[in-house]
């Protein structure tokens, strides 16, 4: 499981609240961003779950939310 959220406390919380649903508290699964460097897609492995809470995806962002996703499923 990675978790990517904005670096700011409304995307803390939103980390938490996926943490606590999911009950898996291991920080190395917790990813903040800050929109600064591209999205680091390459820390996921094939077929894990991917929650992206509280970021926006722009026209010229959106290629790292279809490599995410996969783009046979865009």
Same mark, same amino acid.
């Given at each position: 499981?990675?978790?990517?959220?904005h670096?700011?406390?409304?995307? %803390?919380?939103?980390?938490?609240? /996926?943490?606590?649903?999911?009950?898996?508290?291991?920080?190395?699964?917790?990813?903040?961003y800050d929109?600064? @460097?591209? %999205?680091?897609?390459?820390?996921?492995?094939?077929?894990e779950? /991917?929650y @992206? @809470?509280? %970021?926006?995806?722009?026209?010229?962002?959106?290629?790292? %939310?279809?490599?995410?996703?996969?783009?046979?499923?865009?």
């Open positions: 499981m990675k978790v990517f959220h670096n700011d406390i409304d995307g %803390l919380s939103s980390a938490a609240i /996926v943490a606590r649903f999911t009950e898996n508290y291991n920080p190395d699964n917790y990813i903040m929109y600064s @460097v591209p %999205l680091p897609t390459e820390i996921i492995q094939e077929g779950t /991917v @992206v @809470v509280d %970021l926006s995806f722009s026209i010229n962002t959106v290629d790292k %939310l279809k490599e995410i996703v996969g783009e046979k499923h865009c």
